[in-house]
Protein backbone atom coordinates (compact mmCIF):
# COMPACT_ATOMS: atom_id res chain seq x y z
CA UNK A 1 0.00 0.00 0.00
CA UNK A 2 1.11 3.63 -0.24
CA UNK A 3 1.25 5.31 3.00
CA UNK A 4 0.55 9.14 3.39
CA UNK A 5 0.19 11.15 6.56
CA UNK A 6 -3.00 12.04 7.87
CA UNK A 7 -3.37 14.16 11.10
CA UNK A 8 -6.32 14.63 14.01
CA UNK A 9 -4.93 18.05 15.92
CA UNK A 10 -1.23 16.96 17.17
CA UNK A 11 -1.95 13.36 16.20
CA UNK A 12 -0.54 11.53 12.87
CA UNK A 13 -2.73 7.96 12.57
CA UNK A 14 -0.50 6.53 10.11
CA UNK A 15 3.15 5.92 9.96
CA UNK A 16 5.61 4.43 7.81
CA UNK A 17 7.75 1.34 7.99
CA UNK A 18 10.68 2.54 5.83
CA UNK A 19 10.61 6.24 7.14
CA UNK A 20 10.57 4.48 10.52
CA UNK A 21 13.64 2.26 9.53
CA UNK A 22 15.70 4.84 8.32
CA UNK A 23 15.47 7.07 10.78
CA UNK A 24 16.63 4.49 13.94
CA UNK A 25 19.36 3.77 11.31
CA UNK A 26 20.62 7.27 11.14
CA UNK A 27 20.35 7.41 14.88
CA UNK A 28 22.51 4.16 15.37
CA UNK A 29 24.57 5.66 12.90
CA UNK A 30 24.56 9.00 14.84
CA UNK A 31 25.69 6.92 17.98
CA UNK A 32 28.26 4.20 16.35
CA UNK A 33 30.23 7.63 14.80
CA UNK A 34 30.94 8.84 18.23
CA UNK A 35 33.80 7.80 20.94
CA UNK A 36 32.12 4.38 22.32
CA UNK A 37 30.84 4.60 26.36
CA UNK A 38 31.98 2.39 29.12
CA UNK A 39 28.38 1.87 30.56
CA UNK A 40 25.90 -0.47 31.31
CA UNK A 41 25.93 -3.88 30.42
CA UNK A 42 22.29 -4.60 30.68
CA UNK A 43 19.60 -2.28 30.33
CA UNK A 44 15.82 -2.00 30.60
CA UNK A 45 14.16 0.73 28.95
CA UNK A 46 10.49 1.26 29.89
CA UNK A 47 9.06 3.37 27.44
CA UNK A 48 10.73 2.32 24.62
CA UNK A 49 9.24 2.53 20.98
CA UNK A 50 9.91 6.23 20.94
CA UNK A 51 11.89 9.68 22.23
CA UNK A 52 14.20 9.78 24.71
CA UNK A 53 13.11 5.81 25.33
CA UNK A 54 14.15 4.69 21.85
CA UNK A 55 17.49 7.31 22.03
CA UNK A 56 18.50 5.63 24.98
CA UNK A 57 18.31 2.07 24.04
CA UNK A 58 20.05 2.90 21.28
CA UNK A 59 23.22 4.91 22.77
CA UNK A 60 22.62 1.67 25.44
CA UNK A 61 23.07 -1.16 22.36
CA UNK A 62 25.67 0.95 20.01
CA UNK A 63 27.36 3.47 22.25
CA UNK A 64 28.39 0.95 25.10
CA UNK A 65 27.34 -2.64 23.66
CA UNK A 66 24.50 -3.39 26.19
CA UNK A 67 21.71 -6.13 25.90
CA UNK A 68 18.44 -3.96 25.99
CA UNK A 69 15.10 -5.03 27.15
CA UNK A 70 12.25 -2.38 25.95
CA UNK A 71 8.94 -1.61 27.18
CA UNK A 72 6.24 -0.35 25.38
CA UNK A 73 2.40 -0.59 24.32
CA UNK A 74 1.35 -2.66 21.43
CA UNK A 75 1.22 -0.89 18.26
CA UNK A 76 1.35 -4.13 15.83
CA UNK A 77 -2.13 -3.57 13.21
CA UNK A 78 -4.39 -5.84 11.25
CA UNK A 79 -6.08 -6.16 7.96
CA UNK A 80 -3.20 -4.28 6.07
CA UNK A 81 -3.59 -0.86 8.04
CA UNK A 82 -0.11 0.57 8.95
CA UNK A 83 1.38 -0.27 12.16
CA UNK A 84 2.42 2.66 14.85
CA UNK A 85 5.67 4.52 14.30
CA UNK A 86 6.85 2.98 18.18
CA UNK A 87 6.04 -0.31 16.25
CA UNK A 88 8.45 0.13 13.20
CA UNK A 89 10.64 1.86 15.15
CA UNK A 90 11.08 -1.08 17.69
CA UNK A 91 11.36 -3.54 14.88
CA UNK A 92 14.04 -1.58 13.24
CA UNK A 93 16.13 -1.25 16.29
CA UNK A 94 15.65 -5.09 17.33
CA UNK A 95 16.63 -5.88 13.80
CA UNK A 96 19.94 -3.73 14.07
CA UNK A 97 21.13 -5.00 17.17
CA UNK A 98 20.70 -8.69 16.61
CA UNK A 99 22.62 -8.00 13.56
CA UNK A 100 24.92 -6.21 15.75
CA UNK A 101 25.03 -9.64 17.94
CA UNK A 102 23.72 -7.79 21.09
CA UNK A 103 20.85 -9.55 22.93
CA UNK A 104 17.50 -7.40 22.67
CA UNK A 105 14.13 -7.97 23.76
CA UNK A 106 10.42 -6.43 23.52
CA UNK A 107 7.86 -6.64 26.15
CA UNK A 108 4.86 -5.39 24.74
CA UNK A 109 1.82 -4.21 27.55
CA UNK A 110 0.48 -1.53 29.49
CA UNK A 111 4.09 -0.77 31.91
CA UNK A 112 1.52 0.22 34.26
CA UNK A 113 0.08 -3.12 35.18
CA UNK A 114 1.75 -5.70 37.47
CA UNK A 115 1.55 -8.22 34.36
CA UNK A 116 3.65 -6.31 32.42
CA UNK A 117 6.35 -6.24 35.22
CA UNK A 118 6.08 -9.71 35.85
CA UNK A 119 6.92 -10.45 32.05
CA UNK A 120 10.08 -8.00 31.98
CA UNK A 121 11.06 -9.97 35.89
CA UNK A 122 10.90 -13.26 33.83
CA UNK A 123 12.54 -12.46 30.93
CA UNK A 124 15.75 -10.77 32.13
CA UNK A 125 16.23 -13.08 34.98
CA UNK A 126 16.26 -16.12 31.50
CA UNK A 127 17.67 -14.14 29.14
CA UNK A 128 20.38 -11.45 31.11
CA UNK A 129 20.32 -12.55 35.30
CA UNK A 130 19.98 -8.68 35.83
CA UNK A 131 19.92 -5.18 34.60
CA UNK A 132 22.04 -2.67 35.66
CA UNK A 133 20.60 0.55 33.83
CA UNK A 134 16.54 0.86 34.17
CA UNK A 135 15.27 4.37 32.21
CA UNK A 136 11.92 5.15 32.96
CA UNK A 137 10.60 7.21 29.80
CA UNK A 138 6.53 6.33 29.83
CA UNK A 139 4.46 8.93 28.35
CA UNK A 140 0.77 8.32 28.60
CA UNK A 141 -2.41 10.45 29.23
CA UNK A 142 -4.16 7.78 31.30
CA UNK A 143 -2.97 5.32 34.19
CA UNK A 144 -4.83 2.83 35.88
CA UNK A 145 -3.62 1.72 39.01
CA UNK A 146 -2.48 -1.73 39.54
CA UNK A 147 -2.82 -1.42 43.46
CA UNK A 148 -6.72 0.32 43.77
CA UNK A 149 -7.99 -0.22 40.32
CA UNK A 150 -8.54 3.96 39.85
CA UNK A 151 -7.54 5.05 36.31
CA UNK A 152 -6.88 8.64 36.10
CA UNK A 153 -6.28 11.23 33.44
CA UNK A 154 -3.78 13.50 33.11
CA UNK A 155 -4.35 17.46 31.90
CA UNK A 156 -2.68 19.90 30.85
CA UNK A 157 -3.67 22.80 32.87
CA UNK A 158 -2.08 25.90 35.09
CA UNK A 159 -2.91 26.09 38.53
CA UNK A 160 -4.77 28.55 40.59
CA UNK A 161 -5.86 30.98 37.77
CA UNK A 162 -6.45 30.79 34.21
CA UNK A 163 -3.52 31.29 31.66
CA UNK A 164 -3.57 33.20 28.51
CA UNK A 165 -0.73 33.48 25.72
CA UNK A 166 0.55 32.54 22.54
CA UNK A 167 -0.17 29.35 20.51
CA UNK A 168 0.15 28.40 17.12
CA UNK A 169 -1.35 25.68 14.52
CA UNK A 170 1.80 24.33 13.48
CA UNK A 171 -0.19 22.72 10.70
CA UNK A 172 -0.95 25.96 9.19
CA UNK A 173 1.13 28.40 11.34
CA UNK A 174 -1.89 30.95 12.81
CA UNK A 175 -0.89 32.59 16.03
CA UNK A 176 -3.47 33.16 17.84
CA UNK A 177 -4.07 33.23 21.86
CA UNK A 178 -5.70 30.69 24.26
CA UNK A 179 -6.91 30.91 27.42
CA UNK A 180 -6.78 28.23 29.95
CA UNK A 181 -9.10 27.66 32.57
CA UNK A 182 -7.33 26.11 35.87
CA UNK A 183 -7.60 22.79 37.05
CA UNK A 184 -9.35 21.55 39.96
CA UNK A 185 -7.72 19.61 42.56
CA UNK A 186 -8.71 16.25 41.19
CA UNK A 187 -7.63 17.04 37.89
CA UNK A 188 -3.90 17.54 40.17
CA UNK A 189 -4.44 14.63 41.70
CA UNK A 190 -5.34 12.65 38.84
CA UNK A 191 -2.21 13.94 36.50
CA UNK A 192 0.13 13.20 39.23
CA UNK A 193 -0.79 9.79 39.63
CA UNK A 194 -0.52 9.14 36.06
CA UNK A 195 2.90 11.45 35.23
CA UNK A 196 4.24 11.33 38.61
CA UNK A 197 6.93 8.87 40.22
CA UNK A 198 4.75 6.61 41.12
CA UNK A 199 4.74 3.88 38.94
CA UNK A 200 8.47 4.11 38.50
CA UNK A 201 8.63 3.51 42.30
CA UNK A 202 6.57 0.06 41.43
CA UNK A 203 9.02 -1.13 38.37
CA UNK A 204 12.31 -0.39 40.95
CA UNK A 205 10.38 -2.62 43.66
CA UNK A 206 9.20 -5.12 41.72
CA UNK A 207 12.65 -5.20 39.79
CA UNK A 208 14.59 -5.62 43.64
CA UNK A 209 11.68 -7.78 45.03
CA UNK A 210 12.29 -10.38 41.70
CA UNK A 211 16.35 -10.16 42.05
CA UNK A 212 16.81 -8.95 38.78
CA UNK A 213 18.42 -5.56 39.24
CA UNK A 214 21.79 -5.32 40.81
CA UNK A 215 22.76 -4.16 43.36
CA UNK A 216 25.10 -1.19 41.58
CA UNK A 217 22.17 -0.75 39.08
CA UNK A 218 21.74 3.25 38.44
CA UNK A 219 17.86 4.20 37.39
CA UNK A 220 17.17 7.79 35.70
CA UNK A 221 13.52 9.25 34.69
CA UNK A 222 12.92 12.03 32.16
CA UNK A 223 11.84 15.10 32.94
CA UNK A 224 11.66 18.47 31.86
CA UNK A 225 11.64 22.96 33.27
CA UNK A 226 11.77 25.30 30.60
CA UNK A 227 11.86 28.63 30.41
CA UNK A 228 9.51 31.51 31.38
CA UNK A 229 7.44 31.82 28.75
CA UNK A 230 6.24 28.19 29.34
CA UNK A 231 6.68 28.71 33.53
CA UNK A 232 2.64 28.77 34.02
CA UNK A 233 1.34 26.07 31.60
CA UNK A 234 4.03 24.10 32.11
CA UNK A 235 6.36 23.81 35.44
CA UNK A 236 4.16 25.57 37.41
CA UNK A 237 1.10 23.74 36.46
CA UNK A 238 -0.56 20.46 36.50
CA UNK A 239 2.32 18.56 35.11
CA UNK A 240 5.05 20.33 37.21
CA UNK A 241 2.95 19.06 40.26
CA UNK A 242 3.66 15.85 38.62
CA UNK A 243 7.25 16.33 38.05
CA UNK A 244 7.83 17.37 41.61
CA UNK A 245 6.63 14.03 42.33
CA UNK A 246 8.64 12.36 39.92
CA UNK A 247 11.79 14.21 41.32
CA UNK A 248 10.82 13.35 45.05
CA UNK A 249 10.32 9.54 44.32
CA UNK A 250 14.24 9.71 42.25
CA UNK A 251 15.80 11.08 45.82
CA UNK A 252 14.05 8.65 48.18
CA UNK A 253 15.22 6.22 45.15
CA UNK A 254 18.56 7.29 45.17
CA UNK A 255 18.51 6.73 49.28
CA UNK A 256 17.31 3.30 48.70
CA UNK A 257 19.40 1.69 45.92
CA UNK A 258 22.14 3.81 47.48
CA UNK A 259 22.58 1.22 49.88
CA UNK A 260 24.30 -1.11 48.30
CA UNK A 261 26.29 1.10 45.68
CA UNK A 262 23.01 2.25 43.30
CA UNK A 263 22.21 5.54 42.15
CA UNK A 264 18.94 7.64 40.69
CA UNK A 265 18.50 10.32 39.48
CA UNK A 266 16.01 12.64 37.19
CA UNK A 267 17.33 13.92 33.72
CA UNK A 268 16.10 17.24 32.54
CA UNK A 269 16.14 17.89 28.84
CA UNK A 270 15.85 19.81 26.58
CA UNK A 271 12.39 21.34 24.60
CA UNK A 272 12.36 18.66 21.51
CA UNK A 273 9.30 18.27 19.10
CA UNK A 274 7.48 14.76 20.67
CA UNK A 275 4.08 13.75 20.21
CA UNK A 276 3.33 14.72 24.22
CA UNK A 277 4.84 18.21 23.36
CA UNK A 278 2.80 19.05 20.30
CA UNK A 279 -0.21 18.31 22.96
CA UNK A 280 0.69 21.11 25.18
CA UNK A 281 -0.48 24.76 24.10
CA UNK A 282 2.08 27.45 23.57
CA UNK A 283 5.23 25.06 23.66
CA UNK A 284 4.93 24.18 19.81
CA UNK A 285 5.94 28.20 19.47
CA UNK A 286 8.02 28.16 22.01
CA UNK A 287 10.32 25.58 20.72
CA UNK A 288 9.79 26.59 16.91
CA UNK A 289 11.31 29.59 18.13
CA UNK A 290 14.04 27.82 20.29
CA UNK A 291 14.94 25.36 17.80
CA UNK A 292 15.56 29.04 15.25
CA UNK A 293 17.98 30.50 18.29
CA UNK A 294 20.00 27.28 19.02
CA UNK A 295 20.25 26.18 15.11
CA UNK A 296 21.92 29.87 14.32
CA UNK A 297 24.11 29.22 17.59
CA UNK A 298 25.05 26.15 16.35
CA UNK A 299 23.95 23.98 19.36
CA UNK A 300 20.49 22.78 18.89
CA UNK A 301 20.43 19.23 19.84
CA UNK A 302 17.83 16.07 18.61
CA UNK A 303 17.27 12.93 21.25
CA UNK A 304 20.05 11.45 20.00
CA UNK A 305 22.31 14.02 20.44
CA UNK A 306 21.04 14.61 23.88
CA UNK A 307 20.95 11.26 24.49
CA UNK A 308 24.66 10.60 23.85
CA UNK A 309 25.42 13.29 25.59
CA UNK A 310 23.83 12.36 28.89
CA UNK A 311 25.27 8.78 28.88
CA UNK A 312 29.11 10.54 27.80
CA UNK A 313 29.36 13.42 29.70
CA UNK A 314 27.06 12.91 32.52
CA UNK A 315 26.19 9.31 33.71
CA UNK A 316 29.31 7.07 32.67
CA UNK A 317 31.66 10.21 32.69
CA UNK A 318 35.11 9.16 34.32
CA UNK A 319 34.52 12.63 36.44
CA UNK A 320 31.57 11.46 37.87
CA UNK A 321 27.62 12.59 37.46
CA UNK A 322 27.61 16.26 37.81
CA UNK A 323 24.41 17.58 39.25
CA UNK A 324 22.42 20.57 40.72
CA UNK A 325 21.51 21.80 43.70
CA UNK A 326 18.36 19.51 43.72
CA UNK A 327 20.19 16.67 42.81
CA UNK A 328 18.80 16.91 39.21
CA UNK A 329 21.20 16.24 35.57
CA UNK A 330 20.72 19.25 33.62
CA UNK A 331 21.04 18.08 29.80
CA UNK A 332 19.10 21.29 29.06
CA UNK A 333 22.23 23.65 29.94
CA UNK A 334 22.04 24.86 26.30
CA UNK A 335 18.64 25.88 26.39
CA UNK A 336 18.49 27.54 29.44
CA UNK A 337 21.93 29.42 28.74
CA UNK A 338 21.28 33.62 29.02
CA UNK A 339 22.27 34.50 25.78
CA UNK A 340 19.32 31.59 24.09
CA UNK A 341 16.79 32.70 26.18
CA UNK A 342 17.12 36.49 26.23
CA UNK A 343 16.74 35.67 22.01
CA UNK A 344 13.65 33.86 22.47
CA UNK A 345 12.39 36.13 24.32
CA UNK A 346 12.87 39.03 22.12
CA UNK A 347 11.27 36.81 19.40
CA UNK A 348 8.46 35.69 21.73
CA UNK A 349 7.33 39.26 22.00
CA UNK A 350 7.71 40.36 18.18
CA UNK A 351 5.53 36.74 17.29
CA UNK A 352 2.75 37.15 15.09
CA UNK A 353 1.05 35.29 12.02
CA UNK A 354 2.50 37.50 9.12
CA UNK A 355 6.25 36.90 10.70
CA UNK A 356 6.22 33.40 12.14
CA UNK A 357 8.06 32.03 9.13
CA UNK A 358 10.89 34.97 9.37
CA UNK A 359 11.07 34.38 12.93
CA UNK A 360 10.65 30.90 14.06
CA UNK A 361 11.86 27.62 12.49
CA UNK A 362 8.03 26.54 12.34
CA UNK A 363 8.94 24.67 9.46
CA UNK A 364 11.60 22.67 11.39
CA UNK A 365 8.97 21.96 14.03
CA UNK A 366 6.57 20.77 11.36
CA UNK A 367 8.77 18.51 9.61
CA UNK A 368 10.01 16.65 12.86
CA UNK A 369 6.79 16.81 14.01
CA UNK A 370 5.94 14.20 10.63
CA UNK A 371 9.21 12.65 10.94
CA UNK A 372 8.26 11.56 14.42
CA UNK A 373 5.72 8.99 12.01
CA UNK A 374 8.18 7.87 9.53
CA UNK A 375 7.50 10.74 7.05
CA UNK A 376 9.20 13.79 5.13
CA UNK A 377 12.51 11.42 5.84
CA UNK A 378 15.54 11.88 3.09
CA UNK A 379 15.75 8.74 0.91
CA UNK A 380 12.69 7.05 1.37
CA UNK A 381 10.22 7.22 -1.51
CA UNK A 382 6.34 8.05 -0.69
CA UNK A 383 4.92 7.26 -3.39
CA UNK A 384 5.99 3.65 -3.79
CA UNK A 385 3.99 0.79 -2.61
CA UNK A 386 4.97 -0.72 0.93
CA UNK A 387 3.89 -3.53 3.05
CA UNK A 388 3.03 -2.73 6.62
CA UNK A 389 2.77 -6.11 8.14
CA UNK A 390 6.15 -5.70 9.72
CA UNK A 391 7.56 -8.38 12.17
CA UNK A 392 9.30 -8.10 15.69
CA UNK A 393 12.17 -10.16 16.52
CA UNK A 394 12.38 -11.76 19.80
CA UNK A 395 8.80 -9.75 20.93
CA UNK A 396 7.43 -11.08 23.83
Not at 121 to 131: A, N, S, T
Not at 136 to 145: E, G
Not at 336 to 357: F, H, P, S, Y
Amino acid sequence: MIIKPRTRGFICTTAHPQGCARQVQEQIDYVKEQLAINGPRNVLVIGASAGYGLASRIVAAFGAGANTVGIYRQGERGGGRPASAGWYNSAAFEIAAQQAGLKSYSVTGDAFTDETKQKAIELIRKELGQVDLVVYSVASARRTNPRTGETSNSVLKPIGKPYTNKTVNFHDGVVSEITIEPATEDEIRETVDVMGGEDWQMWIDALREGGVLSDVATTIAYSYIGSQITQDIYREGTIGQAKDHLEATAKRLNEQLGATGGRAFVTVSKALVTQSSSAIPVVPLYISALYKVMKEKGIHEGCIEQTYRLFAGRLYSPEGVPVDEEGRIRIDDWEMREDVQEEVAKIWAALTTENIGQLTDLEGYRREFFQLFGFETDGVDYEADVDPNVSIPNLI
